[in-house]
């Protein structure tokens, strides 16, 4: 076994590896199709954007979608279309867009728990009197949009997605395994670099409600239907035509960039699987993850050392880390003003985790690398939390 670089072992990246880096596949298309727009001189919210329209509502299995700037933007347009007349509850353990997308709307918030197995709002965990309840599929696992359907029509409450880490999910409805997109009003996807499918920056509503999609594709521009009398005050939340070439070229790729971070995360899983201390989120039997992160938990006490004592000898060896979702964001200064219940599930799941280097080409090698840098540290717990702390 190596020793560990914060004991002056070799570093398992000499030259740091990426955390997450964008895969294109074929820069050649995009930039033809980037080049065919600004000659046509027709650069936003046009034919390419209807073109990623009309794809994205195939691949999701939806009626409707509408292309927009950013998820954040299409979550507060979905939410003021929505207008709940009372609280809008959402999960704690996500980031913290799910819930400035209510903070924008100036609606009251309730933060809610989740499992600590899926690391998802579950149906027991609703609690107040929500008037919408916003589930969000953490790291691309299908929340259970059953069971969340059903508490939402007993307690008289409209249900949305937050499916930023969703494209390339599965999830099985009556025996078959469809893409996330379809369940609630509507869902919203993000396409930032670091997602499975991206535009570069961008975000994509579906719903299968016509008269929803009428109203966002008229709020994502000022709420003007063309008349230039505002029905609405709505939001420059366009979607450019150099955005949605990039957005097209990676929905053709998804299949496979799914598949890769599967093989990525089951390498990450059966190689810590044996590392006392080491967790990871579950995924329901018959769902797919798209695997948007890969994310470890640190039990100290089995471990041997604290989660920050691995992020930073970690970081000795060449791999950055992120601490998703650590503060959770009911405890984040924006919502110091929120008075939440305990949410014990949060706080324990907020405390240990380390999301990994993960991207739709890792080579599997780095993958196994990083495992076995885990390994290595845990075996020398306690030398390396003294280094550590020695600085
Ligand atoms: C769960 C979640 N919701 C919303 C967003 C916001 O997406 P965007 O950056 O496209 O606005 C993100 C971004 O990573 C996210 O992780």
């Known amino acids: 076994m190596t020793l560990p670089a914060a004991l002056g072992g070799p570093a398992a990246f000499p030259e740091p590896l990426p955390f997450a880096r964008p895969t294109i596949e074929e820069p050649g298309r995009i930039l033809g199709d980037i080049e065919a ?11 390419l954007v209807r073109e990623l329209e009309t794809k994205a509502a195939a691949e999701f299995e939806v009626e409707h979608c509408v292309a927009v700037a950013s ?29 400035h997308a209510v903070a924008w709307n100036g609606r009251e918030i309730l933060f809610a728990d989740c499992d600590p197995d899926t690391w998802l709002l579950r149906p027991e965990d609703v609690y107040g009197d929500p008037a919408l309840i916003m589930g969000v599929h953490i ?35 009556d025996g078959q395994l469809r893409p996330l997109g379809g369940f609630g009003r509507a ?5 930032t670099p670091t997602k499975v499918l991206s535009g570069a920056e961008g975000g994509l509503i579906t719903t299968n409600d016509a008269e929803l999609a009428e109203r966002l594709r008229l709020a994502r521009d000022y709420g003007n ?14 979607l450019s035509e150099l955005h949605a070439a990039v957005a097209l070229a990676s929905l053709d790729h998804l299949e496979t960039r ?134």
């Open 37 to 47: 727009a600004l000659a046509s001189g027709m650069v936003t919210n046009s034919s």
């Open 71 to 99: 998820c954040t933007l299409g979550l507060m347009l979905v939410i003021q279309a929505i207008d709940p007349q009372g609280p809008v509850l959402v999960p704690s353990f996500t980031f913290a867009a799910s819930a």
């Open 139 to 173: 790291s691309g696992v299908p929340v259970d949009y059953a069971g969340l359907a059903e508490v939402a029509t007993d307690v008289g409450a409209d249900l949305m997605f937050d499916a930023a880490h969703g494209a390339g999910s599965r999830v099985l409805v």
């Open 187 to 191: 869902e919203v996807f993000s396409l």
């Open 225 to 238: 239907p063309g008349d230039y009398d505002m029905r609405f005050a709505g939001l420059n939340a366009r």
């Open 258 to 391: 799914v598949d890769h971070r599967n093989a990525v995360a089951d390498r990450y899983r059966l190689l810590m699987a044996e590392i006392p201390g080491v967790g990871f989120q579950s995924v329901p039997d018959g769902s797919r993850s798209s695997y948007k992160d890969f994310t470890i938990l640190i039990n100290e006490a089995e471990f041997g050392a604290s989660r920050d004592t691995v992020v930073a000898a970690l970081a000795a060896e060449g791999v950055p880390t992120r601490p998703y979702y650590s503060p959770p964001v009911h405890r984040q200064t924006a919502y110091a003003h929120v008075v939440s219940p305990e949410l014990p599930n949060t706080d324990r799941l907020a405390s240990q985790v380390i999301s990994l280097p993960m991207w739709s080409h890792l080579p599997l090698e780095h993958a196994e690398k990083v495992a076995a840098a885990v390994s290595a540290i845990q075996q020398n717990a306690d030398a390396v939390s003294a280094a550590v702390q020695s600085g």
